[in-house]
């Protein structure tokens, strides 16, 4: 199953991770944040992105045009090697 953090795409092109209550900044020499926000799955995510869209409307008010992006992350199981254990970011 496929395990995303939502991430919202501000008109001045930085983004930021949804972490279930507000937004971080996501900064290209932090990767390792992108793995810390809050983590959907699925079955999740329609009520996650109305969460975060209301949030969003808040949080960055003169943004008419709110954009948010369900990322996938890589989740470690038997099968693959690298990416990131579901648990560590609930």
């Not at 279930?20 to 079955?43: H, P, R, V, W």
């Not at 808040?58 to 948010?68: G, Q, V, W, Y």
């Amino acid at each position: 199953m496929a395990i995303y953090n939502i991430i919202y795409k501000a008109s001045d092109d930085k983004d930021y991770l949804w972490n279930g209550s507000s937004f971080d900044l996501l900064k290209e020499e932090n990767e390792k944040l992108f793995f810390s926000g809050k983590s959907y799955n699925e079955d999740e995510m329609a009520e996650a992105l109305l969460k975060s869209y209301k949030a969003a409307k808040e949080s960055f008010p003169a943004d008419t045009d709110i954009r948010l992006e369900p990322m996938e992350i890589l989740v470690n199981d038997k099968d693959t090697e690298g990416g990131h254990r579901h648990h560590m970011t609930s």
